[in-house]
């Protein structure tokens, strides 16, 4: 089970840093996920979280909509095999993947203006991340 949270916690962060880097605001007002050709096949290194991106594009985004996305996602990589014992709702409420969920959510607001700056490709978010989460600061706030 410890495997399964630390992989849905890195799945949520993804999904996160797609929504940091690539939603933005239409002309209608709402929000969409944009990427270019050059951006989506970046993406497919991800393989298959690459599929958490064509679940939001050319939708009208909002936080009902997001969630539906991972939680379709979660449940089709997770659960398809064990209907009955749902692994994706044990590990969401599991403690462990709320206390990273935190310490990831303390994380970017703690970098917000260095994440503005430029995209950062998502292995070196995770690795930025990482590491200061073993850092000094990061384990008072753990």
Known sequence: MQKTIKEISK?????????FYFVQ????????????KDELQKLQKYRPWDELAEGLYGKALDPQVCQINISTFLNRHFDEQNAKNSVVAHALDNKELQKEQHLFTVWAKLHEKALEEKIWDFDHWENSFTLWQKSDAGEQIA
Request: glycine share 4%.
């Open 25 to 36: 605001e239409t002309d209608d007002g709402t929000l969409q996920l944009v990427l270019d």
């Open 11 to 19: 799945i949520l962060r993804f999904e996160f840093w797609l929504r």
